[in-house]
């Protein structure tokens, strides 16, 4: 690793951090809102985070190498849920009341092998247990237990095309009543990280509705606001442009940054 690119991240890092510090002293947040992406503090901290890039990023940290794994010991009691928690959008109500029985994971777009998983195929499948820290945008952390399939398992199956270069990941609900879904997406790089997988267990027990329920998913190098909840459809696709905001997330079109690596 070069000393140059190491102080280089590092000092990004710190700004981040100083950043999301300043927002947080003194301000009790709910869960993400339009009025954070306006807060000139956090746009600049997370410019902080795009301006060190993605290559910067990989020079000091491989493609493979790990976030942090802690010790049951270290998890938290109580896992904080924030944003959406409650979803009210009926169908999703409706597979509330009857435990996702008859809920299917869609895999497509790009792909050579289309797939329609059931949760308990989902469940039958290999699986990876980690206890990570959540990182969210607000300036709180979280350490959790959670398990659930590698993506990258879920997208060899799949097969994606040669052009494929992300995958988007569409969720079934709705933030603060607005009328678009809630979605996000990685690079293929995050994609097939060992780390990044689609989480149905936390500490344990099945996923609560408020952590997002069925499926979330999990993406461990990255900000929590990339974690994305009610995972209902993971697409591969070439480019996000004409995707709702066409940046590449619900956050991200309201001004976030798309490469949220930490």
Same mark, same amino acid.
């Given at each position: 690793?070069?000393?140059?690119?190491?102080?280089?991240?590092?000092?990004?890092?710190?700004?981040?951090?100083?950043?999301?510090?300043? &927002?947080?002293?003194?301000?009790?947040?709910?869960?993400?809102?339009?009025? &954070?992406?306006?807060?000139?503090?956090?746009?600049?901290? &997370?410019?902080?985070?795009?301006?060190?890039?993605?290559?910067?990023?990989?020079?000091?940290?491989?493609?493979?190498?790990?976030?942090?794994?802690?010790?049951?010991? /270290?998890?938290?009691?109580?896992?904080?849920?924030?944003?959406?928690?409650?979803?009210?959008?009926?169908?999703?109500?409706?597979?509330?009341?009857?435990?996702?029985?008859?809920?299917?994971?869609?895999?497509?777009?790009?792909?050579?092998?289309? &797939?329609?998983?059931?949760?308990?195929?989902?469940?039958?499948?290999?699986?990876?247990?980690?206890?990570?820290?959540?990182?969210?945008?607000?300036?709180?952390?979280?350490?959790?237990?959670?398990?659930?399939?590698?993506?990258?398992?879920?997208?060899?199956?799949?097969?994606?095309?040669?052009?494929?270069?992300?995958?988007?990941?569409?969720?079934?609900?709705?933030?603060?009543?607005?009328?678009?879904?809630?979605?996000?997406?990685?690079?293929?790089?995050?994609?097939?990280?060992?780390?990044?997988?689609?989480?149905?267990?936390?500490?344990? /027990?099945?996923?609560?509705?408020?952590?997002?329920?069925?499926?979330?998913?999990?993406?461990?190098?990255?900000?929590?606001?990339?974690?994305?909840?009610?995972?209902?459809?993971?697409?591969?696709?070439?480019?996000?442009?004409?995707?709702?905001?066409?940046?590449?997330?619900?956050?991200?079109?309201?001004?976030?940054?798309?490469?949220?690596?930490?």
């Amino acid at each position: 690793m070069n000393d140059n690119t190491s102080r280089r991240v590092d000092r990004g890092r710190r700004k981040l951090l100083a950043g999301l510090g300043a &927002l947080g002293a003194g301000t009790l947040l709910p869960g993400c809102d339009d009025s &954070l992406s306006r807060n000139p503090q956090v746009r600049e901290a &997370l410019g902080s985070v795009e301006k060190l890039t993605r290559s910067a990023q990989r020079l000091v940290a491989s493609r493979q190498s790990l976030a942090q794994e802690f010790d049951k010991s /270290d998890i938290a009691p109580v896992f904080r849920a924030n944003g959406t928690t409650d979803p009210q959008e009926p169908e999703y109500l409706r597979m509330v009341e009857n435990g996702f029985a008859d809920w299917q994971l869609r895999v497509d777009g790009l792909v050579n092998r289309p &797939l329609k998983l059931s949760l308990t195929q989902l469940r039958e499948m290999p699986s990876r247990t980690q206890i990570t820290r959540h990182d969210c945008v607000e300036g709180w952390s979280c350490i959790g237990e959670w398990t659930g399939v590698v993506l990258g398992d879920l997208l060899d199956q799949a097969e994606p095309h040669d052009n494929a270069r992300f995958v988007v990941f569409l969720c079934a609900d709705h933030t603060y009543g607005r009328s678009d879904l809630y979605y996000e997406s990685l690079d293929m790089i995050e994609s097939y990280h060992p780390q990044t997988i689609l989480a149905y267990d936390l500490n344990g /027990d099945a996923l609560p509705v408020a952590n997002g329920a069925p499926i979330r998913l999990r993406a461990e190098r990255q900000l929590g606001y990339k974690h994305a909840k009610y995972v209902m459809r993971v697409e591969v696709v070439e480019s996000f442009r004409d995707l709702y905001g066409g940046k590449g997330g619900y956050w991200e079109d309201r001004g976030y940054e798309w490469w949220a690596g930490i």
